[in-house]
């Protein structure tokens, strides 16, 4: 599609019709304008934290200090969100039980016979 405009929002090419006046400059169609602020805050934090992520959805390093703003965020939702992605690190993942095999209690050996 050619022309229009792209909201970051909700992540669309939308026509210059779908934007009101200063819709143009913030890059906010109108249904999205919509929404209200809290929503808006979350959609940009939950957009700001998924881009301090890599491909295997892990903080390095090198963003830890930027990611730790978002784990004392005023807004629940957001400290929700940040602490859910803290929990993707390799150090935090739960460890199988038993012989390391995950579910292997699952299915039982039959008596031959």
């Known amino acids: 599609m050619s022309g229009g405009h792209w909201c970051w929002c909700c992540g669309r090419t939308r026509p210059n019709e ?7 400059a ?23 934290i998924d881009r301090l992520c890599d ?35 390799p150090g935090s993942l739960a460890q199988p039980d038993g012989d390391g095999i995950e579910g292997s209690d699952d299915f039982e050996e039959e008596p031959a016979g």
């Open 55 to 89: 491909w295997d959805g892990i903080v390095r390093r090198k963003h830890r200090k930027a990611f730790e703003r978002f784990l004392a965020h005023p807004s629940e939702r957001v400290k929700q969100y940040a602490e859910e992605v803290a929990a993707r690190r």
């Open 18 to 24: 779908r934007f009101p006046g200063r819709g143009h």
């Open 26 to 48: 913030r890059h906010l169609c109108k249904e999205c304008s919509r929404l209200g602020r809290d929503e808006l805050i979350f959609r940009q934090a939950v957009s700001d």
